[in-house]
């Protein structure tokens, strides 16, 4: 059995530091599971005993009668580890420790959470928490939560929280929104359980069809893609990942201690791994509600129904801008339409029926908008009719919006006169949104995810890994944070099958010199140093040398150079190139990520890269599309189809190679950092041109 | 007198089409009308007769009693002339054309407003519509619409929409939202009077603290500019303008037969006229309560004040989104803190106060953090507290708030739990927002709005028109569509003191030796031909020639290149101009908007200018600062500072000049494109190598 099953399936429940006193949480934490209708057995423990809620406390865990399989902890923090004791001393396996008082509050509360999770290790107790406001499931059902709120209503959403108070908040707020919950779980500073060992359970509940998280962080970045690309394939997830900003990491680290990585690994990683990122806390929940309560929709082609023309417009922005399209409906669906509609109506899409439409109208332009084989999802804008009430509408609508397969969204726009319609859709499971811009974004993530279902099996890395013995054993000769020598740069590229163009050191200008004669001619020529990585800041780079003769002069020009612009630089020498045919220079490059691997950069090279910001990242390994998909991003990636006089490159060769590059990074946690700029792809085939690798 | 004046202080009003049938438009306009308590003299036609609300209706508009100056038309389109005519006959000089039926509904709809338009002119009377809803002014008061909603609670927002059902819309709304209107005006097809036109009479009211629009194209962009520049001046304006998409044109075509502009045209003219241009209908309303409600900021230090982590979290990661920052306080002001919250609350901005705290408690950190000196403004988020209601946290800070100049918006998040808070906030005209990002977005806002002010002297144009006699003369013999050419173009520069370098055709091999020792070298050479303006497109450029006899042999090579490459191009000869000392290149241009006149653009140049689009835009003519905005946006202007290895160049010399050609541009609409590509940004100076010019 999976040791977290506890938490969702509880036989007997023990709340520990339960209190007659009502302004502590230990009789909110009663109150709750008591009223919650909990079915299995309830514990109430407190060391004085007593009765509250006409209940027998009992005085100690050891006294804890059978069944009981969670325990609830809400006692002062200096006592978490001898309680965590008793727990275990009674065979409990499960606990949530709601207490705050640990990590977050600095050092001492730090060590204090180490020694409660040591406890807690040498009992094999799993432990949500500290710091946290536990469970509520409102199907089972169960509140181990404190909070003076009524359960939200029973729905289909999962809500994971690092924080507690985001859950306070959503409880009260989801009930004007009209929609429900399965399960809110909030982990607090995550000392031993954390969202990505949830993930899993969570998603195997019945009730549960979209899973929305709010993250700090991500403490088990490879693991929470792994998961989350699994759940993924069944049931959508929606993050809201906050630290976006140094602002946001430095106000992280003052609240759960988190330390937030880097915001491009994170975006990266949610792509990675198929999650939608919202930007929102509304929007999480704007398209949480359109993927737990709509069937998905076979394109992107969006029916606009309404009796508005300016909500038609602004309709028709949003779809725009959420790269989706107005549909063309087919010539039977217009005469269909003007059958009914007065004739000042607008029967292309959008529909406008003009203000004068009925309850009835809506209904009747739905059905063939829906039986339009162009129209794969429709949009319903509705402001106050003039002459009926708005909900007359819902009652023509909803019979129509059951009975089809294609997502309808319907927006409502007003205060009191949509008040009831908005109840009624709500109840029908039929998501609907104020303004035409909320529910045009929900809509958009339903063709996403339908998309994104389409193509899932594109997700299979395309490389895999050769034979890494001999490298090992190669690289961990060379030293922590150092750049790694040409040859065996060069020897990594070789085993991965990544082209390259030979690089030789020439130590001298009489072994430049020889070199350049067996390379063949044109030949470039580079400064060798470890103390310059970036060789054109000092001139250190001579191109389309014709000659053994200019091979010769061109070295002691670069001594001379670097050693009056960088005289403290170790030099090495010269390497020698062949310079290689005009083609379209790339950059590519992969850094390690602490939490995430290796993270994947593709752009517009040369050394204004930086400045340009004409790059893409994706997270390693990569498959051919994911790198397709990101090499489209960028003007760099554009341009290789032919732009102007400039001819179309060797795409294919180019994906194949960064496949490779990436699969490389993936694996080998020894490199910190590789980049090869430029990879000049050519006609046919592409060439890494200068590649530099540094250890980790 | 101002023409529009009726419209804002009617001394009488006739309803004209006033109806007994409640169905029909002309009843709700009589009910809504008479119900509003407007109260100069109303008087109700109908051909008919009759009685309605229990006032009689004289038969017809030559009957009709003084005082009247104002005439709201509930009519058949068809009468619609003759109703003109009569109302010109009685003396009525304004009127508002509620009906539809005109030009949205094509062409012939369309004769019949240009007729009535004629006959509205011949009298010298304005006309709002036809297709609008009419007018509602809250503290006159006055409700001409047909909308069976109550108006809306009078309020300090103006509100002027090209759509009608929108106002519909929000009529609803706001009151869920507790805010409300001094005017709402909607203006239909603005056959003619336009959003242009009434803004200045809107400036005027003195409830009016913030106007907004809701506009689906500009037809008089220059007026346009030109009025909204003169009101910001002294109060906000907001627009939300549609059409941004090809749907969204497609959409506002079929809607109101408007026309919309290119989208990056609208976005530079609001940028240069200083009005907010909000993305949703939300996002309207947020920022107007704010600016209509709070004082601004003195800068972008922002306090955060809460007792719940996650939300300052958030918060954090939308602030730096929005790019305000988060205040470092004052030592005192932590003590402060300290002293009075417990030691696990985080006393660093943002300030947790855990779930803990009390009402009290709020109000004396908001007065603590209100007199941080390095706070400019403050945000308080208060999630439902769990031991007591949020209303109390309400009334312990309206207090403080209403005592302080510097703003401060509340997050109230939840929904049943913090309602009476937000009611109370609403009704001390406090800023209340349901999550932390929507306030963040309106305190950036209020930031800027304050920046603007403080920075308004810099928008006069830099500068001065020259005399244009001679060359307006000499433009007039280029005909409409034809590239200038190169001598005319050389002397435009010349008269607006924008440096090049000259440019001289040879039209013989023997010729360009000539010209080549003329002009010193090494020298560059291009192909001339009216043909072929991407010269680069066809090799049509040598550069670097050394001797008048390379100028020869280049001469026979290009002309060899580009007969076989465009056979069909006319071939002049080619162009000399001496080589410029190394800089960075840069594009700037103009092209002439319909709506807006000349557009600007600056950025990085050379032949992938599309493809990378590191440009950016503004409408001519450009003060320095614009001038210097523009530039900064872009990767182009950014490395004019110095980059790596590349020096930095004569960004001051590039103000000028661009400046200069703002000027140019907008003194001369026989200009349809300039473009300067490159212009070279010296070390000292610029050099504008190749500039083209398409007249209109």
């Known amino acids: 059995m999976n040791s977290l099953s506890p938490f969702f399936h509880p036989q007997g429940i023990a709340i520990v530091g339960a209190s007659s006193h009502p302004e502590k949480l230990g009789y909110g934490v009663a109150r709750n599971l008591l009223k919650s209708g909990y079915g299995g057995a309830v514990h109430l423990v407190n060391p004085k005993g007593g ?6 406390m009992v005085k100690s865990i050891a006294d804890i009668p059978d069944p009981v399989d969670l325990a609830v902890l809400v006692i002062p923090p200096k006592y978490a580890p001898a309680t965590m004791h008793a727990c275990g001393e009674r065979g409990i396996k499960a606990t949530i420790l709601v207490s705050g008082g640990f990590r977050e509050t600095g050092e001492e509360g730090a060590e204090l959470e180490n020694e409660t999770l040591e406890v807690a290790r040498e009992y094999g107790i799993r432990m949500i928490g500290p710091n946290c406001i536990g469970l509520i499931d409102t199907h089972l059902p169960l509140d181990t939560t404190f909070l003076p709120l009524d359960m939200p209503m029973a729905g289909q959403i999962a809500f994971i929280s690092h924080s507690g108070a985001i859950c306070d908040a959503l409880i009260d707020w989801s009930k004007g929104q009209g929609f429900g919950f399965s399960h809110i779980i909030s982990i607090g500073n995550q000392a ?58 430095r106000a992280a680290a003052s609240h759960t201690g988190a330390l937030a990585g880097a915001d491009t690994a994170y975006t990266a990683a949610f792509e990675k791994a198929g999650v939608f990122r919202a930007n929102t806390t509304e929007e ?34 949003s779809l725009d801008h959420e790269e989706l399209e107005l549909a063309d409906f087919a010539p039977e669906t217009t005469r269909a339409l003007k059958d009914f509609l007065v004739p000042a109506a607008s029967t292309q899409n959008p529909i406008d029926m003009l203000a004068g439409a009925t309850a009835k109208d809506y209904a009747k332009a ?32 909803i019979p129509v919006i059951q009975q089809t397969k294609k997502p309808v969204l319907v927006v409502l726009v007003g205060s009191e006169h949509i008040e009831e319609a908005s109840h009624r859709l709500q109840k029908a499971k039929i998501p609907e949104y104020r303004f035409p811009e909320r529910a045009t974004s929900a809509l958009a993530r339903l063709t996403e995810r339908a998309e994104f279902l389409r193509g899932i099996e594109t997700r299979v890395p395309t490389s895999t890994s050769p034979d890494l013995t001999d490298i090992r054993a190669a690289l961990a000769d060379s030293p922590s944070g ?11 590229m070789s085993i991965y099958a ?47 040398l014709a000659s053994a003769d200019e091979a010769v002069e061109g070295y002691e020009m670069l001594m001379k150079r670097v050693s009056s612009k960088n005289p403290r630089a170790k030099l090495e020498g010269v390497h020698l190139q062949k310079m290689i045919p005009a083609g379209q220079e790339v950059i590519v490059g992969a850094v390690r990520d602490p939490q995430f691997g290796a993270l994947m950069m ?12 004409d790059v893409a990242f994706a997270i390693a390994p990569l498959s051919a599309k994911e790198a397709e998909k990101m090499i489209t991003k960028t003007w760099a990636g554009k341009k290789l189809d032919g732009y102007r006089n400039l001819p179309a490159a060797d795409k294919t060769a180019l994906v194949d190679a960064f496949c490779k590059l990436s699969q490389l990074a993936h694996d080998l946690p020894e490199i910190a950092e590789i980049e090869i700029n430029p990879l000049t792809v050519l006609k046919e085939g592409v060439v890494a041109v200068d590649v530099r690798v540094k250890m980790s």
Request: hydrophobic share 40%; proline share 8%.
């Open 192 to 249: 031993d359980v954390n969202e990505t060992d949830l993930l899993p359970l969570v998603a195997e509940d019945e009730h549960t069809k979209v899973i929305t998280l709010y993250l700090e962080n991500v403490n088990d970045g490879e693991r929470f893609i792994q998961n989350t690309r699994e759940i993924v394939a069944e049931k959508p997830i929606i993050v809201l990942k906050t630290g976006r900003s140094q602002s946001g990491q």
């Open 482 to 492: 150092s750049w790694l020598a040409p040859e065996l740069t060069e020897r990594l």
């Open 366 to 397: 739905l059905r063939l908008l829906l039986a339009d084989p162009n129209t794969d999802s429709v949009l319903v804008l509705v402001p106050p009719p003039p002459m009926y009430p708005t909900e007359e509408v819902a009652d023509e609508i």
């Open 284 to 317: 999480i929940f704007d398209w949480a509600r359109a993927l737990a309560w709509s069937p998905l929709p076979q394109g992107g082609r969006v029916g606009v129904l309404s009796n508005a023309g300016g909500l038609c417009v602004v309709t028709a922005d």
């Open 602 to 613: 593709f752009g517009s090279g040369g050394v204004e890269v930086e400045g340009l910001k």
């Open 498 to 544: 990544i082209p390259t163009s030979p690089i030789k050191l020439a130590p001298s200008a009489e072994g430049a010199s020889k070199i350049a004669e067996e390379l063949g001619f044109p030949i470039a020529m580079k400064i060798a140093s470890p103390d310059i990585p970036h060789k054109s800041d000092v001139d250190g780079i001579l191109l389309n």
């Open 51 to 56: 009765k509250i809620f006409e209940r027998e």
